[in-house]
């Protein structure tokens, strides 16, 4: 019972640490097109809500849960304070996994390790549906954790209390399932790490492979509405959400991978990595997960379960990118937590005497790797620009975007800036002109959005040149500008 007492307690201690570095600055950084749509859609009437939900290949899950958050003029705290809860109980998770199979010190370790991961901090910043995801997997991951633990000749029926990891297992899958599709993958994970579990389980095999084939059948049953809807209402090419996604050439692999495994904050739309105050510390990390799956070589079905948890997704997304990129890190990150799981396993080996000393330095060294994140524009700054705008757009002006994105942004600010006239869609700059006003001021606003950018900022100026020189270049950040063309008289 003791023993108990201390897991929860690390595990509860990882948790709130995690979730002051969530709250820490949560509406620091404004909206990106992705976040924009959560709050549009989240606003709409419920029925709405399902249908565009659908529409746009998503469940509507987690908009109808962040419904109750949302509010009509932008508030990005509450809007992504769910996010930073439910990272927050992932990493809880994590920390109660590694405790389950190891130690409450791997416990510590992993909890703390994960707490302070960048890419971590940032979805927990972020919202939309990927630390729920990470949260629910992890439950599931929890109860297959158990099922391994307890799947030998000695084990107990189910009937015991050792169900609750078969109830974990298919709460948290069934759960994870009807968010985003993506978590398919740990569908695929569960059941090959099972396959393995069931082989070793010995006399206990025809029982454990009923309880499988009997969960996996409820959680198909219960997963198969959802499906069909998304088929239903879809009938264009599946694949066209993700032609956005850039080549999964070398370089965008490893930047991947440094920012979901190895400590480095990223760009969110960009995909650039931030600059590191410590360096190394990702290779570090990485030793101490290769140790961690060593030292549970003596528990091959934890060491399978944890194992399949972490590598079938990037494997499986980098297999599927030969065919379609789909190589982003968002869609990579519930494979974390089993990483830090590994991590938190292979430093809580040091010696007794050492171990404080380890998680302080990780601690101060995380939080310094931090400060990167917390201070760089990693979203582009539309709050700005409609702010500018709101203030200096006369009537009589006009105001053009760059993109059918940006004009969306652009809309979503303008509530809380107070920017009044309508804004034109400039994709097509030679419609646009048609519809600018005969007098005043022209504003041409350029900007990324999301991932995609169609035309640069040095052709989109060009296709304005009809206007003459910008009587004034206003920047907002790294990636909005806006030139103001002077036209007529008022």
């Given amino acids: 019972m003791a023993w108990k ?69 932008i508030n990005e705290a509450m809007l992504r304070l769910p996010s930073a809860i439910f990272g927050s109980l992932a990493v809880l998770l994590a920390a109660l996994i590694a405790a389950e199979v190891c130690s409450p010190r791997a416990g510590l370790a992993a909890g703390m390790l994960m707490a302070l991961s960048p890419m971590e901090v940032q979805f ?29 000749n000695e084990a107990a029926p189910i009937a015991d209390g050792r169900r609750a990891g078969w109830v974990a297992y298919m709460i948290g899958t069934i759960a994870a399932l009807n968010v985003l599709l993506v978590s398919v993958y740990w569908l695929l994970a569960s059941n090959l790490a099972m396959v393995f579990v069931i082989l070793r389980a010995g006399a206990q095999r025809a029982v454990q492979l009923r309880h499988w084939l009997l969960t996996q059948a ?63 510390l990702g290779i570090a990390i990485a030793v101490l997960v290769l140790f961690g799956a060593w030292r549970l070589k003596g528990k091959p079905k934890q060491l399978a379960v944890i194992g399949l948890a972490f590598i079938t997704m990037p494997v499986a997304m980098l297999l599927m990118s030969i065919f ?14 089993p990483f830090f799981v590994l991590a938190g396993i292979g ?26 994140y917390y201070h760089a524009e990693t979203k582009p700054r539309w709050d700005l620009a409609a702010a500018y705008l709101a203030a200096h757009v006369r009537p009589g002006d006009s ?22 006239p309508a804004i034109l869609d400039g994709a097509d700059p030679a419609h646009a002109a048609s519809r600018l ?42 990636h909005v500008v806006a030139w103001r063309f002077e036209r007529g008289t008022r």
């Fill in 218 to 280: 409820i959680i198909i049953l219960i997963w198969l509405p959802g499906l069909l809807a998304i088929a239903l209402v879809n009938h264009q090419d599946p694949l066209r959400g993700y032609r956005w996604i850039p080549p999964s050439t070398l370089q965008h692999i490893g930047t991947v991978l440094s920012t979901v495994y190895l400590f480095r904050a990223s760009d969110v739309t960009s995909f650039e990595l931030l600059p590191t105050l410590v360096p190394g």
């Fill in 324 to 337: 379609q990129p789909v190589w982003i890190p968002r869609y990579l990150l519930w494979s974390t937590g």
């Fill in 5 to 73: 007492r201390v897991t929860l307690s690390v595990a509860l201690v990882s948790a709130l640490f995690a979730l002051a570095l969530r709250l820490h600055d949560l509406s620091g950084k404004p909206l990106w097109l992705d976040e924009i749509i959560t709050q549009k859609r989240a606003l709409l009437p419920f029925s709405a809500l399902i249908s565009d939900s659908l529409a746009n290949l998503h469940f509507p899950s987690y908009f109808a849960l962040v419904r109750a958050f949302d509010t009509p003029i």
């Fill in 437 to 478: 006003a005969p007098q005043g001021n022209v504003w041409v606003v350029y900007g990324r959005v999301g991932q995609l950018v169609r035309t640069s900022e040095a052709d989109y100026l060009k296709k304005w040149s009809a206007l003459g020189t910008p009587a004034d270049t206003v920047r907002f950040g790294r």
């Fill in 124 to 152: 927990g910043q972020e919202a939309r549906s990927y630390t729920l995801v990470s949260c629910l997997v992890l439950l599931a991951l929890w109860g297959l954790v158990r099922i391994a633990k307890f799947s030998t």
């Fill in 399 to 420: 105001v053009v975007v760059s993109s059918t994105g940006a004009k969306y942004a652009l809309d979503a600010y303008s509530g809380r800036g107070g920017l009044k």
């Fill in 347 to 372: 430093m809580a080996a040091l010696p007794r005497r050492l171990f404080p000393l380890a998680v302080a330095a990780i601690v101060i060294t995380g939080l310094v790797n931090l400060v990167p």
